[in-house]
């Protein structure tokens, strides 16, 4: 009778935690209406030329003048107000940034204009 009475509590008690269980994996978060077994969006690696602005926060694509905040700006600490090639996931929901590789570019005609000085 006791084994019986054990097997049943223990029966119960199993039960109750794998519902638990289910029911937290597939909740909803409701301010932002998604459930958290959802992964975020991925972020392709992308090459984009710009320019750091001053405080090196930011960062404006010369493409199309689109403006980017960086999620990481100690990475590019010593390249502010440069204009640059940048290596970096792009979170376009975000307009955020996530620099991966900085690479200084020189100026168009600068290496030309001081290979001949006439």
């Known amino acids: 009778m006791k084994r ?3 097997s049943m509590v223990a029966a119960l008690v ?11 994996a597939g909740s909803t ?18 090459t984009i030329a710009g320019t750091i602005s001053d405080d090196g926060k930011s960062f404006t694509a010369d493409k199309d ?8 700006p100690d990475d590019v600490k010593g390249h502010e107000g440069h204009h640059v090639k940048l290596q970096a996931h792009v979170y ?14 020189g ?3 600068k290496k030309k204009a001081a290979a001949n000085p006439s």
């Open 4 to 6: 019986v009475l054990l």
């Open 14 to 24: 199993a039960l109750t935690f794998s519902a638990y269980a289910q029911s937290s």
């Open 29 to 46: 978060d409701q301010a932002a209406g998604t459930t958290k077994a959802e992964k975020p969006a991925k972020a392709p690696l992308k």
């Open 65 to 72: 003048k689109a403006q980017w905040t960086i999620q990481n």
């Open 92 to 105: 376009a929901d975000k307009k955020e940034v996530h620099v991966m590789k900085v690479t200084m570019m």
């Open 107 to 109: 100026e168009k005609g």
